[in-house]
Structures are given as C-alpha cells and as structure tokens.
C-alpha cells in the first residue's frame, strides 16, 4: 500500500510539474502564435504504418514539400496499421501544436474524436489515401475515390481475361477499410460489366509477404481454371506474379495464363511488368500525395482557399471535387515503366 | 503494513529503481521538449494507457502465479465485436457492454478450463487462443469495423471529468482496488503461493485449479473492459483491434519488476511500469523520433531495467 | 599398516561471519565404510562439499594417496577419484539412465565424436550389473526407475570415475526400509571392491548396520573418531549432543479414547486393492509398509489428492472427500513426506505459511485479519517451540527441524480431528526429532487422532498405540502397543510368501 | 503397435494423418505429390527456423526474436544485393548475420544471465527497428536472377531449398542424437544443476544453441528472400516465432525443456503447413482460416497432453 502510494505521490507530483511547465510555456507560446518557436509552420502528416514502400516513397515527396515552402513537417506513424497506436500518436501531436495535420486513417470512424479535438485547437485537418467522411476533416486528398480504383482495377482485369472466367482478390487484411471498399467496388463493377466474371474468393496476407506468397500459391493450386488476379494492396501484385512467374518456369501454368494487376508501387513490380507478367499495375505517385496535402494544409493554415483547378508547383493541377482533391492516376505498363522514380 | 509486505523484499526494492527511471524520464522530456510538460498532455497520455494498463492488471497477477496470458490481445477484439454485433443488431448499448464483457469472461475462462484444469501449458493454450479467437473475429463481422454508437457510450473513453480523463480515473481505481486485493485478501497470498510453490498451495487444502481459473477468467474480464474502452475511446470496434498488445502489456510488467517466473512482483510495479512505456512513447513522439528507433529505444531499456536484476533459482 | 586413501588436515572453511568447519582432521582407508555423524549444522555437508570440490577450504589440505590435491569444482574431484552421492538425486529424468551415468564423457565418443549408443548401453548395464542393479534397464528414461534404481543409477555414475572414494550423503533418506537392504548389498559390495566410502546419515540403526568407523562432528569441530565397536546409540547421541539426551520417545500418560473418530471401509488403493481399518479418538495409528505397500496412497485417499471408491466414516458419518479442500472441511490435516515440494513455500515468511490453510477463517470477508494472523502465529511458533527471530522471517532460512514444524504447526491451526503424520521427521536431525515427538505425543494425549506413516521403524515403534502392517496393499498384520520390535516388523512389511519381489 | 504408439510423437502423427484424411475427402486436390510439394516448398523457412527453436525449447528457453533477425538478414541481404554483391556473397554475409544477432542474444542469455524471454522480447523490438531502418523504409526486391537460386533453384532435380532443409534436418538430428553437445542440450533442459555438477559449462551450450538459431534463421531468411522476390523489413517474419513455438510444442516438445525432438517439431511444422494449406485448397471461407487454425493448434495440444497423462501412469514404484 505504501509502495503504491509513493507511485501516485510520485504521479501527482509530476501533474503538479506539468501544471507549472504549461503556464510557463503558454506564456512563452503566445507571442510565436502556437507555432513552434523556429517560427516555421510545423505540420504532421501522418500515414497508416511505417515500413511499407508506399508510405516510404510519400515520405519523400512531403519532405519535398518541406523544403519546397520552407515549413517544418513530421513524418511519423506506428510500425503496425493499428488505429489505437495511431490516433494515440495524433493526439501527442495535436499537444505539439502542430499547424495542420494530414491523417490516412487506419479507421475511418475511429479518428471522428481526435479530429474534432484537432478542429477545436484550429488545427487543420487534411487526410489522404484513406478518407474520414463525416469528420471534422476539411479535405480528402486522393488519386481517386475508393469507388475509382476499384472499378479501375475491374475493368482492367475484365479486359484483360476477355470479360469471363475466375477472378481471385488479394488483399492485405480482411478488416481494412479501404480495402473493403475497393474490392467491394470491383465486385460491383463485374457484376453489372461483366456478369461472366466470377470472384471465387478473397485471401488476406495481413501483409506478411511470406503469407502472401503462399496465398498466391495456394490460389492457382485450388483454383486450376484462374483467369485473374487483383491485388489491392503494395504487397500483393508482387507476390502473384512472383508465384505466377515460378509456375511459368516451372511448367505448372502456361504464361499469360492468368492476368495480375493491382496497386503497386513501379519500383517493385518493374521486373514483372517487363517480363509481361503483370500487363497493367494501377499507381499514383504517394509522393505527389504527400506533396499535395503538405500543400493544403500550408494553404489552409495561412487562410488561403482551395480552388478546382488551382496550380500546385511541381505537381500540376488538382481537381477538387467539394471536400474532396483528386489527383488522378496513373497506370503503368511496359512502356512507362521506366519513367517512374518512385 | 510494510511489515506485511516486507517479506517479499525483492519486490520491494525494486521499485525505486522504477521511479528513479520513471522521474529521470519525465525530468529528461521536460527539459527535451517544451511540449512534454503540460497538463493536456499528461491527461492524453493517461486518456492513452488505460487499456494496456486494464490488461496489465490480471497479466501481473497471472504472472505472479507463474503463467502467461498471450490471447489478452485477440479476446479484446473478440468481445469488442461482440459488442458491437449485438448492438448492431439492436440490442440497448450498455446490455451489449454486458455481452462484450461475458464474452471476455468465457474466453478466458476457456483458457482457464484448458490451463487450470487440465494442467496445459498455459503459453501454448493461449497461443492457439490468440489465433482462434483472432479468426472468429473476422467469422463474426467480415472484418467490417462496427460504429455508430450512441453518443452516452462514448463517455467513458472520452470524457474528462475536472481536467482528468473519465476512463484515467477508472483505470486508477482499477489499480487501487485490484492492489488492495493483492496485499490484503488472502486470494494475494494464495497467488504468491502458486507463483512460489504450486503443489504445497494444493497440499495446504487450497483449490489451486480455482485460484488459476479465477485468474484468467479476470484476464478475459479485463481484456474485454479494456475492448470496450477501446471502442469509447475510437468510437468504433475493429478487427484489428488488440494486436500485439500483449507485447505491450507484458514489457510493462516486466519493467515494473514482476518476476517473469513467476512468485514476486506487484501491481504498484507494473503501474510504474507502465508509466515509463507510456510516457517514453508519448515524449518519443513529441520529439518527433521515428517509431522505428522508438522500438529499439524500448528493447534497450527493457535490458537495462530489467536485465540488470538477479535472477536466482535459475 | 595399510596407508589411507585420503587424509584431510586441519581442514578450516569460514564464510562471511561463520567458522563453520575449524581444524578437522580426518583419514579414510580403502575398503572401510566411514560413517560421518552430527546434528544439522554440526558441519557434515560443508566437510563433504570441501572434499568434493564443491567449496574449497579456507585452510588445511587434502591429500589423495598420498599427493596433495586441490579441487576446482565437483567433476575435477571425480576425475581424480572423489565422487559424491547427494542426498537429493542429480539426475536427468528426461534420459536414459545409461546417459545418465555417462553424460558429457568423451570417452563414450568415437574418434569423431559420434556418440557410441550401444557401447554406453553395454558398459552401463555391466556397471549397474557389478552393483547388483541387474534388474534395471539402462535404455529405460530415469522418470520411469523407481528411488532405489535412480541410487544405483547414482552410484553407477560415481563409480564410472573409478571412484577411490564415494561419499553417499544420506543414502537411504529416499529409501523405504526394505530397499536400504538392498543399497547395503551394494555398499558392501564397494567395500570388497576396496572402495572407501564416506557414509553420512542420521540413522543409528544403519551406522551400526554398515559402519566401520564413525566419526562425530559438532559445531565444526570433530570429537572423535572411533571404531564402531566401541560405541553405542546412546554414547554417539552424547557425542553428538554434547549432553545426556533422555529418552528419545516420551511415555504415554494416559490411554486413548474408545470413541471411533475414522472409519474406512473397502477404500480403493488401486483397480484391485481395498483396505478398512479404524482410528480412535486420541490415538495414534501407525501404518508401516514398504513403499508400494499402499500406505502413502491411504493418506492420498484420505485428504482427497487421489479419487477411488469406499467408504470414509467420520465420527458416524459418511463422507465423501475428493479434494485436499473437502478433506480440510472433515478437519483431516495431512503432513506431507516431502516439505520442500509439498510442506513450505520457501520465499513466504513463517506467518503466512502457517496461516495457509486456514487464511478462510482468518478473514473477515475477503480481507485478512491481520491482528488473528498475528496472534495465531505467535501462538503456534511457542507451541511448536519454532526458532527463529521473528515470524516474518522467511521458512528458507529456518533449519529442516523448524521448517517441519511450520508443517506441523499450520496444520494444527486449522484444528483437525484427525491428523495424517507422513514422514514426519524425514531430514531432521535428533534434537529436533525429540521435539517432534513430544509434540506428537502431546496432541494425542490431548484427544486429536493421529495416523502415523514412516519408513522409520524405531519411530512408528516407538510412537504409535497399534501398528498396522501393510503389504501391497494389504493390512498383513497389526500389533498391539509395545508387540512390535524391528525384526518382527520388517518381516512382516516384506511378505513372507512373496519375499523380496520387486514392486 | 503398443511400441509405436509409445513413440513420443505417436499422437501428432495420428492427429496429421486424421487431419490428412479428412482433407483429402473434402477435396480431391489435397492428397497429390503437386500439392505435398507445395506444402513442403511453402514451409522450408519454417522449417529450418523450427530447428533452432527446438533446441531452445529443449533448453527450457524461448525465442521470440527469431522473426526480427529474420527481417534484419533478409534486409540486409538485400541491401547488399542492391549494393551490387554477388548473391553467394550476399548470402553468405547475410547468414553471418543472422549468427551475430544469435550471439547477441547469446551473451545477453548466457553470459549476463538475464531470463531468455525478457531478452529476445527485447531483441525482438531492437532487430525490427534495425531492420527498418537499414531498409529506409523500402522494400527489398529487384533481386538479380543469380540469386534466384537459393529459393527456387534445383540441384540434381531436385528443389534447392528443400535440399537444404533437409540436410540441416538431418545435421541437426544427427547433432542432437550422437554428439556431446546435442546430449548437453538435452542435460541442461531437464536438469541444469545437475549438468553443472557433471562439468556442463550451461553458458557455453546455451551461447551455442541461440548461435546456431542465428545461423538457422540466416540460413532460412536467404531462402525467405530468393523464394519469396522481396522483402518488406516491417512485416518480414512478424507472426514467425509464434508460429514456430506452436510447431515445437505440437510436435512433443515441452516448453519446461528437456523433452521433444527435432524430428517431431518438424512434424509440428508439417502439420501447420497442411492445415493452412488444405483450408484453403478445400474452399473455405477466409474468414473461418484462423479461426480454425487456431482451434486444431488446440485440440492438437489437447491430444499431446492427454498422452502425456497415459504415459507417466506407467511408472514404477506407484501401488501396483
């Protein structure tokens, strides 16, 4: 009892700390406006998870952005797409004091709170690649809708394979958000384009690559008359060709047999796309998505408005549709591969 | 009192290293960033840790009796949606608390059947535990998260109540109580004496097969309060929700001086415990430093404070 | 004159704040069995575990046939022919008991390495053979021997050294009676072979049984050695305890109760086994039986920790107890055989292992009442005569005689009717065994029943009312108070229609 | 068939082989050579992992650090490889890796004596973080095809990787039956005091063992890379030492030590293989794959312990 007494002596005794340091600091924090006290705009900007490419290669384009209108950003997320560790991490940002904060929600519901708390400290909200609808969110920055891309990686599959036949989704976890609404999008788009086509199953990798790879290889053992693959997270393309490719060389499946497409970032899935084993992969470039909310948020922070149309430097026009920006994408083939740096 | 307690000496020892750890910690953010010290941060770090901080105190009892819970994660998620399929489906919110938590109850007391009754090892069962119960999640709603909860729910990870998270609070009286139990009932004694010695437990006419069930049905309990403070505090249960926490809760019982084989430690430890992991993470963050070395930063410290200590008997 | 094997001189060892050996002296000759005798504390294990490389001495040396050696740690002192049996076996239980013997020897190894399995086998079975272990298989895992053949398998492995000398502490502590017949074959057959064995126990019977020689150790200095002719029980106790110890089994002042406290009645033991029998009220019942007998599974019967069939009667009533906690609510109190598994929790303090059992009653609610803890742990630390400087003390740092007594003293606080005394004084030296008695005594004559389980026939003799004797799982014959010598006992315990078999 | 059936992993191999039939009517794809190599091919990193983690257990240890030096070696065997060194190099370097991650935990376990589940709990977070961080937050992959070869290649017509399994199967069979190490492993997991009265240096023979799991799990992360084409250093190997401990114990190995072999584990390993293969060759729904997974891990534990219980009632020296 003593001991734990002492523990919450201890506690209070740092509240008591804290309570001291925050009048110091507000004190000190009112003639720099709530900025930090560089005097440069600081934003966060933070993605699903750290470590997969995609969000490497945003990262490069919101630390161009840094440069580019000289503000201060932070890159940072959890290493696991958890939506508790996430918003944990937002909610120490907002006690930064950062500007703006640019989220890709792991949940779309879960983040409503610490949004509004965000929007109550003025602090601008943007999300991208993953939307927040009924939020306090001002923007969505996106290639496309969930919608968009789903039907996009539908329709080019369905061409692909001739409009009939079976189609296996890979997916990287059964309980994404974004995820469900892509896939959900291209089982819509077969249904009303391509009556023919039959979705026999959905596999989720929890993206482990390993696990991917035995989902793809386990796929063409069960499913012998597969005609297409979608893959609709960074992790899965690779692994389907990577299977589809072994089984080419190996005897097991005639090439061009089964027709993969997916998101995937150009760098990894070069090689397949030249050895023809993927023939179309959908991409925007995460960098220029970074960039974009980077620039929003500088714009909102600086009470400037957002207009369809409107000219961001490096990156080109954006179309914004109400809340939302598109900035369009991009599809890669053999021809353009070698264009993309990222 | 202290002489009560004195016979564990080890125990209490070690908790001055704790808090020399835990002041030198809070001492170091404040002075590395100018955002560490303030009361709103301080409550958003306790709004933070209230669920690894509910496992964490079955997770320390279970330990002291010389096992391990590894499924604390999966049965979060399970009771969770449990909850919020029985919501859902239109059911009164706080009678679909009441399924969540019964949910929690009979996993763990699944665990408890398997562990305690039939003697398994306990790391094993909960292993296929964490798997099954993972799985039946996405059986139960298609990995679908669930929401829309009404707005009275939301009072218990979001509210404040004088400056001071609602859900803090609870946590706090959680540990209070659940210190009083382990220092003043004889269930304490009974734990330690499991930890120590199983067999002269049983011998001393003491149903050890209870006390074991007792504590991982608490384990289910508490995972799944702690699912359902989850889901206030996101507004929204997931199928996700819950993974590796047991990573978490474990490291911060460990840091507090709990004795991974079991016999010694205490939950004013793993509170200490848990106020370093918080506060590292949350003082990690404002500096702006990645995760990634956020996870060495944390492996190190594991070593060092809990490296450093003897471990005798082995 | 024959030299001896091994002389120690002047062998000191100190450690922080005690002298615990001071100046011994002591020889060994090839072929002698040499018991060494003192009470706990008296310094026999630490002049065993200088000689075996356990500990090395502060002063003195040791000298081997003749050379002065020095020894690093225990497997050195193997290696140069010292070997050790511990009282508490070192074995591998998950191994073959050829491995056992042969671990980590590199002469079992080929020329590259490979390990040599059917040479381990064979040289393993021809040493358990050479000891009279012929019965054992050596490519069967050491969990599934019995104790007498995980000691053969210890010797075995001590004499794989080509031990000069074998130190055996507390050889036959493990044994049942009729198996310490059988470790004495062996023995003897070591002293023909001219190994020189130093024998370490308690038991008085088995020192004039084996010895040669004796010596006497007390507060880390010798007394004496002796010639084992020219000692008696009573002069060794005196050497011992350095006083007059009075009769070790105190006299029974008044006759037990008519009244029939337990009754059993066709209690299963196995599938075939049944016994009955009756407990009066103040009396003690000893049950004596070599192990496999069925007398340790009655106590597991009786305090719940087995399930079978049959009849439990309790002052009249009938009673069923499948648990330790139905047991404890008949008010049946058990005293395990083995303390440090069964009997104490080490780390816990003097208070709460006595409060253990009955911390239900010690509550209001949930909580603890402290001050009735208190209260009823200093009552029974003076009842019991427990030394130790306060209650708070951890049972790890109380001798083998006070922790017994924590045993004793936390079963008699929850008050029983009927008490099962299993080994009572198993590794408690005399003075303690003494006290024990007395209190045992003391109980019965205050009306609480008692069954008495030993392997120590001087102490069921001397203690108990009647004396059933058990054999497989049979009452074979029962004596009447003061019937009973050894010789009649033992005989009985090892059935005379199937003499000797193996269990 | 009393004998077999008083083999240590009888009831495993009875459990597979139910599971084995029961797939192998519910889909008639299961029960091919095509789909047997396929599980095989799939399960080779596990394999080789489950090795280490078997003498481990048998210490009476854990490893939970195993999927992080996995990342760490995949990392930085495609680091090096993206550095433009010959994939034998690369390898070879990578393995040598994987060993120094084993002797860190090593000397944490062995030599400083800190309990081994705080030690590769912590491991586990320092790796993952090295190994994201030498990774830039990249992915591995691009690999040239020479590298190809130690995932994919065939040698005398035969699949390379599951060559390579196989000797190290039987190399560390071999170790753990005939050698004086492996029978140390054995000594120290069921009693340590007493290896340590017998001259047994535990330090030294637990700094061995988590070396050779370093090595071992080098070994499988170059298999992982070539096999796999990329590596992503967050995920590589996340849910691996769980998995792999399943494997041990399902295979007959006591977490307490000192009990199981390497031969069971591996069919503890087969045994998840098949599992996970044959729910998805026999169209179930994704949903229900964990989910059921997790339950046969149960009831396989369940049949373990059960024939645990039926074999210790046969000691001598109980009443008749």
């Known amino acids: 009892m003593k001991k734990l007494a002492l523990a919450l002596l201890t506690g209070v005794l740092a509240l008591n700390l804290a309570a001291c340091g925050n009048t110091s600091s507000n004190a000190g924090g009112d003639n720099n406006g709530g900025s930090s006290s560089s005097g440069k705009r600081t934003y966060f900007m933070n993605p699903k998870s750290i470590g997969p490419a995609y969000w490497a290669a945003a990262e490069k384009g919101a630390k161009k952005a840094e440069k580019d209108l000289n503000v201060s950003v932070l890159f940072n997320a959890p290493t696991e797409a958890d939506s508790a560790k996430q918003i944990n991490m937002i909610q120490d940002m907002l006690t930064r004091k950062v500007s703006g904060i640019g989220v890709s929600p792991n949940d779309a519901k879960a983040v409503g709170p610490v949004f509004k708390k965000a929007a109550s400290q003025d602090v601008k909200i943007v999300t991208w690649d993953s939307d927040a609808p009924e939020t306090d969110r001002q923007y969505y920055v996106a290639p496309g809708t969930d919608q968009e891309v789903g039907e996009l990686l539908a329709k080019t599959i369905g061409e692909e394979i001739g409009g009939k036949g079976q189609v296996a989704f890979m997916v990287a976890g059964l309980g994404s958000q974004n995820q469900i609404a892509k896939s959900d999008a291209a089982k819509a788009y077969f249904a009303a384009n391509y009556p023919e086509v039959e979705v026999v199953t959905t596999v989720a990798s929890d993206d482990d690559q390993q696990k991917a790879y035995a989902n793809a290889q386990n796929l063409i053992k069960t499913y012998p008359d597969l005609k297409g693959i979608i893959g609709f997270a960074g992790g899965e393309p690779p692994a389907a060709a990577e299977v589809v490719e072994q089984a080419v060389k190996a005897g097991t499946l005639e090439k061009n047999q089964i027709a993969i497409t997916g998101i995937a970032v150009p760098s990894v899935v070069k090689n397949y796309i030249k050895n023809g084993t993927i023939k179309t992969d959908i991409i925007w470039d995460p960098g220029k998505l970074a960039y974009v909310t980077v620039y929003l948020l500088d714009q909102l922070a600086q009470g400037k408005e957002i207009t369809d149309g409107m000219e961001i430097p490096s990156v080109g026009t954006i179309k914004v549709d109400g809340q939302n920006v598109f900035i369009g994408t991009l599809e890669v083939t053999n021809e353009n591969v070698d264009s993309f740096d990222f | ?314 | 004159m024959r030299h001896p094997v091994l002389t120690m001189e002047g062998i000191s060892k100190e450690f922080p704040g005690v002298k615990a050996l001071s100046d011994v002296n002591f020889e060994l000759y090839p072929g002698e069995v040499h018991a060494l005798m003192g009470e706990n504390g008296a310094g026999k294990s630490t002049l065993m575990k200088v000689l075996s490389g356990v500990y090395s001495a502060t002063q003195g040396k040791i000298k081997l046939k003749g050379k002065e050696v020095t020894f690093g740690n225990p497997l050195d002192a193997q290696r140069q022919g010292v070997s050790i049996i511990h009282q508490e076996f070192n074995l591998f239980s998950n191994l073959s008991a050829a491995e056992n013997i042969f671990i980590d020897r590199p002469e079992m190894t080929s020329r590259f390495g490979r390990i040599q399995w059917s040479k381990m086998f064979d040289e393993a079975q021809r040493l358990v053979d050479s000891i009279g272990g012929g019965e054992i298989d050596v490519r069967k895992e050491v969990r599934h021997l019995g104790v007498h053949s995980q000691q053969v398998i210890e010797i075995a492995k001590a004499l794989s050294f080509q031990a000069d000398v074998l130190i055996m502490d507390e050889p036959s502590a493990a044994l049942p009676e009729n198996e310490v017949k059988k470790m004495f074959e062996v023995v003897n057959r070591l002293r023909a072979q001219g190994v020189a064995i130093v024998y370490v126990s308690h038991r008085m019977k088995e020192i004039f049984e084996i010895a040669d020689k004796v010596t006497v150790l007390r507060d880390g200095t010798k007394i004496d050695t002796r010639s084992i002719d020219e000692v008696t029980e009573q002069s060794l106790i005196q050497m011992m305890v350095g006083k007059e110890v009075n009769q070790l089994y105190p006299v029974r002042k008044q006759e037990h109760g008519e009244k029939v406290v337990l009754q059993v009645n066709q209690l299963s033991l196995d599938s075939t086994h049944r016994i009955s029998f009756e407990l009066r009220r103040g009396e003690i019942l000893g049950l004596f039986g070599v192990p496999g007998s069925g007398s340790h599974t009655i106590a597991e019967r009786l305090f719940g920790l087995k399930r079978g069939t049959g009849e439990i009667i309790i002052n009249g009533t009938s009673v069923r107890i499948n648990s330790p906690n139905e047991a404890k609510a008949k008010r049946i109190a058990y005293v395990p055989p083995d303390r440090h598994r069964q009997g104490i929790i080490k780390p816990m303090s003097i208070r709460q292992n006595l409060s253990l059992p009955i911390l239900p009653e010690l509550s209001k609610g949930i909580v603890m009442d402290r001050a009735r803890i208190e209260q009823m742990s200093g009552e029974y630390m003076e009842k019991l005569r427990i030394k130790a400087p306060s209650d708070q003390q951890s049972v790890d740092f109380l001798s083998g005689g006070n922790q017994q007594k924590v045993v004793i003293g936390k079963w008699l606080a929850a008050k029983p009717e009927i008490l099962i005394l299993e080994e009572p004084t198993r590794g408690v030296d005399v003075g303690a065994k003494a006290e024990i008695y007395n209190i045992i005594h003391q109980l019965a004559e205050e009306g609480l029943s008692i069954l008495l389980i030993s392997s120590e026939m001087p102490e069921v003799i001397g203690l108990s009312d009647r004396i059933l004797v058990l054999y497989k799982g049979e009452v074979v014959h029962e004596f009447a108070h003061g019937e009973a010598d050894q010789e009649q006992l033992l005989q009985r315990a090892s059935h005379p229609r199937l003499e000797g078999g193996t269990v | ?320």
């Open chain 4, 1 to 320: 068939m009393k004998r077999l059936l008083n083999v240590h992993e009888a009831p495993i191999i009875v459990f597979t082989i139910l599971v084995i039939v029961l797939f192998s009517i519910i889909s008639p794809d299961f029960f091919q050579f095509d789909n047997i190599r396929l599980i095989l091919d799939q399960n080779i990193s596990m394999f080789i992992v489950a090795i280490g983690m078997t003498m481990v257990i048998l210490l009476g240890g854990m490893d939970l650090s195993v999927g992080s030096v996995l990342a760490v070696t995949a990392t930085s065997v495609g680091l090096f490889l993206s550095h433009g060194i010959h994939p034998w190099i690369a390898a070879f370097m990578g393995i040598v890796i994987g060993v120094l991650c084993g002797m860190v935990n090593g000397y944490f376990i062995a030599v400083r004596k800190i309990p081994d589940i705080i030690v590769t709990l912590a491991t586990m977070y320092i790796f993952r973080g090295i190994a994201v961080g030498i990774s830039g937050g990249t992915w591995m992959t691009n690999f040239p095809d020479g590298f190809r070869y130690f995932g994919q290649g065939t040698l005398l017509g035969l699949s390379f990787p599951l060559l390579t399994a196989i000797l190290l199967i039987g190399i560390f069979i071999y170790l753990l039956k005939f050698t004086r190490m492996g029978r140390r492993i054995y000594a120290i997991g069921g009693n340590g005091s007493a290896a340590k009265l017998a001259g047994i240096s535990v330090a030294k023979s637990k700094f061995m063992v988590y070396v050779l799991t370093g090595l071992l799990v080098g070994v499988a992360s170059v298999i992982f890379a070539s096999k796999v084409g990329s590596v992503q250093a967050s995920t590589a190997g996340n849910s691996l030492s769980f998995e792999v401990m399943a494997a041990v114990l399902i295979g007959g190995g006591s977490i307490f030590g000192g009990i199981g072999t390497v031969a069971g584990t591996m069919l503890g390993v087969l045994f998840m293989g098949i599992i996970k293969n044959g729910l998805i060759i026999s169209k179930v729904s994704p949903f229900w794959v964990d989910a059921t997974t997790g339950f046969l891990i149960i009831l396989a534990i369940v049949i373990n312990t059960l024939q645990r219980i039926r074999q210790n009632k046969g000691k001598e020296g109980d009443l008749v």
């Open chain 2, 1 to 314: 009192m202290s002489a009560w307690t004195s016979q564990f000496s080890l125990k209490s020892n070690k908790l001055v290293v704790q808090l020399v750890l835990l002041i030198f910690i809070l001492v170091l953010f404040s002075i590395l960033s100018p955002y560490f010290l303030s009361v709103t941060n301080f409550m958003n770090v306790l709004n933070q840790m209230v669920e690894v901080g509910l496992i964490a105190i079955p997770m320390t009892m279970i330990i002291i009796s010389g096992a391990m819970d590894l499924s604390v994660g999966s049965i979060l998620a399970f009771s969770a949606v449990c909850m919020g399929v029985a919501f859902e489906r239109g059911i009164n919110i706080w009678v679909s608390m009441g399924i969540g938590l019964l949910a929690g109850v009979l996993c763990g007391a699944v665990n408890g059947y398997l562990i305690a009754r039939h003697r398994m090892q306990a790391i094993v069962v909960t292993i296929g535990m964490l798997v099954m119960l993972r799985g039946l999640v996405y059986v139960i709603n298609e990995g679908r998260p669930i929401s829309g909860f009404p707005d009275s729910f939301y009072f218990l990870g979001q509210q404040y109540i004088g400056g001071v998270p609602f859900n803090a609070i609870f946590l706090v009286v959680m540990f209070l109580i659940a210190s009083f139990v382990m220092k003043k009932t004889r269930f304490s004694t009974y734990v330690y004496g499991i930890g120590n010695n199983e067999e002269v437990v049983h011998y001393s006419g003491i149903s050890v097969v209870r006390i074991r069930f007792i504590l991982f049905m608490l384990s289910g309990l508490f995972s799944a309060l702690a699912g359902v403070f989850l889901m206030s505090r996101l507004a929204s249960a997931e199928a996700t929700s819950g993974t590796n926490i047991e990573l978490d809760v474990i490291t911060a019982t460990l840091i507090g001086g709990t004795h991974i084989f079991g016999g010694r430690g205490s939950l004013a430890g793993t509170f200490v415990g848990l106020l370093i992991i918080v506060f590292l993470r949350n003082g990690l963050n404002l500096l702006g430093v990645s995760v990634l070395y956020q996870a060495v930063i944390l492996g190190a410290l594991l070593l060092l404070a809990v490296g450093n200590k003897k471990f005798n008997g082995v």
